[in-house]
């Protein structure tokens, strides 16, 4: 045989041979084919998988399955409060600022929007043949953990203090972000970090949070129950920490028996990132000798997704006889389940889900959606003497501060990129284009770099001014998930103390020396000692972090656009020495709901522009018996001259009950009413919004005896209205 003939003949195997490969990798698979069902798609797959190949599908980096035509797949997104690390897309507040807006069809709406973008990009991604991190539709959101202490540096994160206004709005993200399609979910959602988890962040690898029954049945689970039985959430991500001793990520009581058996939750359940190596690793847990012995542990609690690389101990522990592939699959039935139902390893053209363009990202909608969350979330807490709103006609303004120009510190944490963020700075200016608007940074926002005769330049270039709108606080450069800041006041994201940092109280001590209108605007993503602003400040308003439309929001509320209405979603307390130790995870002393003392600002707290007056205050019966429904009648008049929203809220006590809670929400509804109209509401209170936790029976029950329903316009007993009601 010629050479040329031999090149000839080795050309033609390697075609053949590549043709062979395209046809095995295109060939039209059972598991491919959408008119079987669910059940028999997921089996065919599983089996045509070897050990290996499952164990790989087991960790949030799967890689390809070439001969099956499957391609990578990296489960980690993010969606905080927009479609996270990921390019381009809109920035909306913080999830406590959402909170804050206590509107939890807002927020429904808001996370619609959210997996729009979400689709959007990952089709892009799709076409692209980009499969890397941040690429896919199953997203690490939402965290609602319960905000127990102020120093938890990932507070932010949560939506607040209470059990049922996290859960409330924790099942509006869910919905949100996995649309209401019977074939297919838009993207899976997250319920994280299950459970008892909420600082310090600099123990968490090593942390065993021991907790009683009730405060675990009270404050710690029931969020996650609502999420899981009222939400359909397809995952639920185990903390780093212990729980009674065992890793959460291997804990047999919280995943077996409390999630599976008694919840029904039959979907998948992901590590949080690192968390297997935190049971045998050193300086974390030390539960478990090696990779192998946590992982296997691990997957028999039920954790079928691991964040990182001890699973790949798994395959020579099948191999040992340690654990069963059968086992594997119990997880992998779970895992593809949920990939099948995103529509994934068959058309797109099956998927309604596909066809929304990209155009959408960071479209105008969701730019003005940004911009009405950012109004809601908005809190007035001081407003004396009519301060605000002010007057546009003003002739010359100071904005200073180390937040008032910064772009970044809105974002938060787990964010995305904008195509532009208005600080508070610019929209000020916007907001007066022919008003002489003078900017001084005047301090950063801890230490104490600045010298007297710094902070007397500050003073002297804006004495001159009419109005002095400081803006400061704190910033997610500063508190945030396990950092490695730690200076005055903070310690590795969390905060060591609630106190605004001195350099800025020393700032606001001087300008308070001008005797000019002064209007305090705070940033943080939790509640801050603001004793001093209290003092010194003739208006405060709590911005949070409000995302890219946070500066507009904020000059809108300054100048009387746009009347505030948002609620503080946790205390502010007076000091640190109101709360128990950091690490003390009962609740006793913690929260409005079981704080004795008198806090700064209570839980459920915030001004208006105008006023509101409750009137008709009445229930649709006296008493009723388990299983039963009970209406709230309340007349609502805006009795001020400008239109506005008020949050009517509802809390209960058990009357019995001398250790729970001293009250408890257990239903809120924000409502528009315009000046000098009244709003008739009817709130309905199910049997299950008089759920307290049964002591002889060891779960949450609804007890007989006499209840104290509360209704008003925060916590504060002040501003309540009592009704006595019997369960019998």
Not at 561 to 576: C, E, H, M, Q, W
């Given at each position: 045989m010629s050479k040329r003939m031999k090149r000839s003949f080795l050309l033609l195997c390697f075609l053949l041979n590549v043709c062979f490969l395209l046809a095995q990798t295109n060939r039209q698979y059972p598991f491919k084919d959408p008119s079987l069902s669910l059940e028999e798609r997921i089996k065919d797959l599983l089996d045509r998988l070897t050990l290996e190949e499952k164990v790989s599908q087991m960790m949030n980096q799967t890689p390809a399955i070439e001969r099956l035509g499957i391609p990578?797949?990296?489960?980690?997104?993010?969606?905080?409060?927009?479609?996270a690390r990921s390019g381009l897309a809109t920035v909306f507040p913080q999830a406590i600022a959402l909170s804050a807006t206590f509107d939890d069809q807002a927020v429904y709406e808001t996370f619609t929007m959210v997996s729009d973008e979400a689709r959007a990009k990952y089709h892009n991604y799709q076409r692209k043949k980009e499969y890397g991190r941040y690429t896919g539709m199953t997203f690490w959101t939402t965290n609602i953990n319960i905000f127990r202490d102020p120093r938890w540096g990932r507070g932010m994160e949560t939506y607040g203090e209470d059990p049922y206004l996290t859960g409330r709005m924790g099942v509006a993200v869910v919905k949100g972000l996995q649309g209401e399609n019977p074939n297919y979910f838009k993207s899976l959602a997250c319920a994280k970090h299950y459970a008892v988890h909420s600082g310090p962040e600099w123990n968490r690898h090593e942390y065993d949070a021991r907790v009683s029954a009730r405060d675990l049945r009270e404050t710690y689970l029931p969020a996650f129950e609502r999420l899981v039985k009222e939400g359909n959430v397809q995952q639920v991500m185990c903390a780093y920490n212990r729980f009674d001793g065992a890793p959460c990520c291997g804990n047999k009581i919280l995943l077996n028996d409390i999630l599976r058996s008694e919840w029904g939750y039959d979907a998948v359940v992901v590590s949080d990132c690192g968390a297997i190596d935190d049971f045998w690793?050193?300086?974390?847990?030390?539960?478990?000798?090696?990779?192998?012995?946590?992982?296997?542990?691990?997957?028999?609690?039920?954790?079928?997704?691991?964040?990182?690389?001890?699973?790949?101990?798994?395959?020579?522990?099948?191999?040992?006889?340690?654990?069963?592939?059968?086992?594997?699959?119990?997880?992998?039935?779970?895992?593809?389940?949920?990939?099948?139902?995103?529509?994934?390893?068959?058309?797109?053209?099956?998927?309604?889900w596909s066809r929304i363009p990209y155009e959408v990202v960071d479209c105008e909608k969701h730019k003005q959606k940004a911009l009405e969350m950012a109004r809601k979330s908005m809190v007035l807490l001081k407003n004396s003497n009519h301060t605000l709103p002010l007057s546009k006609s003003i002739r010359k303004i100071a904005v200073i501060g180390p937040n008032a120009n910064d772009s970044v510190m809105l974002w938060a944490n787990y964010n995305g990129f904008p195509s532009k963020t208005i600080t508070i700075l610019q929209g000020i200016q916007n907001k007066l284009p022919n008003t002489q608007v003078i900017y001084e940074k005047g301090c950063e926002l801890v230490g104490d770099s600045v010298s007297k005769a710094g902070f007397d330049e500050t003073v002297q270039n804006v004495k001159d001014a009419d109005v002095l709108i400081f803006a400061g606080g704190i910033s997610p450069s500063l508190e945030g998930e396990e950092m490695s800041v730690k200076v005055d006041g903070f310690r590795q994201g969390d905060r060591t103390n609630l106190e605004l940092p001195a350099t800025q109280q020393r700032l606001l001590r001087e300008l308070k020396k001008l005797n000019k209108p002064l209007i305090y605007v705070q940033c943080s993503g939790s509640a801050v000692a603001i004793n001093l602003a209290e003092e010194q400040a003739d208006?405060?308003?709590?911005?949070?972090?409000?995302?890219?439309?946070?500066?507009?929001?904020?000059?809108?509320?300054?100048?009387?656009?746009?009347?505030?209405?948002?609620?503080?979603?946790?205390?502010?307390?007076?000091?640190?020495?109101?709360?128990?130790?950091?690490?003390?995870?009962?609740?006793?002393?913690?929260?409005?709901?079981?704080?004795?003392?008198?806090?700064?600002?209570?839980f459920g707290y915030g001004l208006s522009y105008t006023s509101f007056q409750y009137s008709d205050v009445s229930l649709s019966r006296n008493s009723m018996k388990t299983g039963e429904a009970v209406d709230l009648h309340v007349s609502l008049r805006n009795t001020g001259k400008m239109g506005g929203d008020e949050v009517v809220q509802v809390y209960i006590k058990n009357k019995a009950d001398k250790d729970g809670p001293v009250k408890t929400l257990r239903a809120f509804r924000r409502v528009n009413v315009k000046a000098g109209s009244t709003s008739d509401l009817c709130i309905s209170l199910p049997s299950e919004a008089f759920e307290w936790y049964n002591e002889a029976k060891q779960r949450m029950d609804v007890l007989p005896g006499k209840y104290v329903i509360y209704v008003g316009s925060s916590s504060a007993e002040k501003n309540l209205t009592q009704l006595s009601f019997l369960i019998h």
């Open positions: 990578p797949y990296d489960w980690w997104n993010e969606a905080l409060h927009g479609v690793r050193d300086g974390a847990h030390q539960t478990h000798p090696d990779a192998t012995y946590a992982s296997v542990s691990a997957v028999r609690a039920g954790t079928d997704l691991e964040c990182g690389q001890s699973y790949t101990a798994i395959l020579e522990a099948v191999k040992a006889g340690r654990i069963s592939e059968n086992e594997l699959d119990e997880s992998l039935h779970r895992l593809f389940k949920g990939r099948f139902k995103l529509g994934m390893f068959g058309s797109d053209e099956l998927v309604p208006a405060i308003v709590q911005a949070w972090y409000g995302g890219q439309a946070a500066g507009t929001a904020i000059a809108d509320v300054l100048f009387g656009d746009y009347n505030p209405a948002g609620r503080l979603p946790v205390t502010f307390y007076k000091s640190i020495a109101q709360l128990p130790d950091f690490e003390d995870y009962s609740m006793k002393g913690r929260t409005y709901r079981y704080l004795q003392e008198k806090p700064l600002y209570p």
